[in-house]
């Protein structure tokens, strides 16, 4: 059973065991959620702030619970090997990690890097093709975390809906934003999320305080293609 992190503010510290699941022992990823962990945002409210400006918040909030950039993250319990893998579904603590350590999104290790920078997979589809810079060809915005090579080779044999992946390194990732969801006030100091999921990107937005993130996204640039 992996440990959970020492501690719940940055940088955490992971003793972390790779997890399989079924008779076939499939790898589960780092990032996955698994269906014993769940949502715990009950404590959502609308608070307002020294200057009067109101905004989301937990009313038990703790520092840990806003990124630098002052948004709120979505809080989930920590559970991992409890109950069945959520492959669809990332943890949002693991996966926030996972990008801001450059571990590895399958094993939770140390990411593979070269002078060429960390390495990442993609499926390919039309966000790998054309995109806006043509002597970078891979760049892009992605919510998955880079992996190590040994994770790479097995991850583009076994995962189904990586269909024929596409490898390459970033010398450059940048953190951008985050992924997740915009809340209206309700009556009574409550809250409404939006259904539309969202993505929010530091300093362009004004939304900043009615936003719960899930999930960081990265920018990745000076990119060229590797070979599994
Ligand atoms: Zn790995």
């Known amino acids: 059973m992996p440990e959970t992190p020492t501690t719940t503010r940055q940088p955490r510290v992971y003793t972390w065991s790779p997890q399989t699941w079924g008779p076939h022992h499939i790898p589960v990823p780092f990032a996955a959620s698994w269906s014993g962990e769940h949502p715990d945002n009950d404590q959502l409210h609308v608070r307002t702030d020294h200057k009067g400006v109101p905004g989301l918040a937990f009313r038990d909030e703790r520092p840990e619970d806003r990124d630098r950039h002052g948004v709120l993250w979505a809080r989930m319990s920590w559970a991992p090997g409890t109950g069945k893998p959520q492959f669809a579904q990332m943890h949002p603590l693991r996966q926030r990690d996972a990008m801001l350590l450059k571990l590895c999104q399958v094993c939770g290790k140390p990411a593979d890097r070269t002078r060429e920078g960390w390495l990442f997979l993609e499926a390919r589809g039309p966000h790998t093709?054309?995109?806006?810079?043509?002597?970078?060809?891979?760049?892009?915005?992605t919510p998955k975390p880079p992996v190590c090579s040994g994770c790479a080779i097995l991850a583009a044999r076994m995962c189904p809906h990586l269909g024929d992946p596409i490898a390459f390194r970033s010398r450059k990732p940048l953190i951008a934003g985050?992924?997740?969801?915009l809340y209206l006030p309700?009556?009574?100091?409550?809250?409404?999320?939006?259904?539309?999921?969202?993505?929010?990107?530091?300093?362009?937005?004004?939304?900043?305080?009615?936003?719960?993130?899930?999930?960081?996204?990265?920018?990745?640039?000076?990119?060229?293609?590797?070979?599994?």
């Open 129 to 141: 093709a054309g995109l806006p810079d043509p002597g970078d060809p891979y760049q892009g915005f």
């Open 178 to 181: 985050v992924f997740g969801g």
């Open 186 to 228: 309700n009556r009574n100091g409550r809250v409404l999320a939006l259904p539309k999921d969202d993505h929010l990107y530091y300093g362009r937005t004004n939304a900043t305080r009615w936003f719960l993130a899930s999930q960081l996204i990265t920018e990745l640039t000076k990119c060229t293609p590797a070979t599994l």
